[in-house]
């Protein structure tokens, strides 16, 4: 289903997520009850506790229908992914300097300054990077290009998705 043919269902998901979520309340009042048990607290565990689980019922059953249903169009996650210039890849370079013993703080700092340079001219976040000796002293540019390729860093969240056991 496409996120128009969902929007009712996911409406309906909300809104009951919000009756569920209010019924805590009332509910960690009765604890201060819980010693004197009397009809007060009792009369409404009687009505919140079924709803709630009526409604969570139907809230699972309902996500799971539009989980199984999801479509993925890979091309438009490629393109939605290069729209920021490599600026989302800042924490995986972060992370590579930091493995070829840059400091963390130091590392930081390379990644924040040179995104500040990509985004203030118009560049690529992975040109900025190629460019910079404190970069490639450590990483090379065929290991820049790695490091900032989206799908390198997605770990196993596609096999995860597809069922495959790790």
């Not at 969902?6 to 809104?15: L, N, S």
């Not at 249903?69 to 972060?94: D, S």
């Amino acid at each position: 289903m496409s996120f128009f043919e969902t929007f009712t269902i996911r409406v309906e998901v909300y809104r009951l997520a919000r009756i569920v979520r209010a019924m805590v309340e009332p509910e960690l009042l009765n604890n201060t009850l819980w010693d004197e048990r009397d009809l007060t607290n009792s009369s409404s565990e009687r009505v919140i506790f079924p709803k709630t689980c009526v409604l969570t019922d139907h809230i699972l059953k309902l996500a799971e229908g539009i989980i199984a249903n999801l479509r993925f169009f890979p091309e438009n996650i490629r393109r939605n992914l290069e729209l920021m210039g490599g600026l989302n890849m800042g924490e995986a370079v972060m992370i590579e300097l930091a493995k070829w013993g840059v400091g963390r703080q130091e590392a930081h700092e390379i990644v924040r300054t040179s995104a500040m340079e990509a985004r203030e001219s118009g560049r690529h976040m992975k040109e900025v990077l190629m460019s910079r000796p404190e970069v490639t002293e450590f990483i090379s540019a065929e290991e820049i290009e790695g490091v900032m390729d989206p799908e390198g860093y997605i770990g196993t969240a596609v096999e995860r998705l597809r069922g495959k056991k790790h």
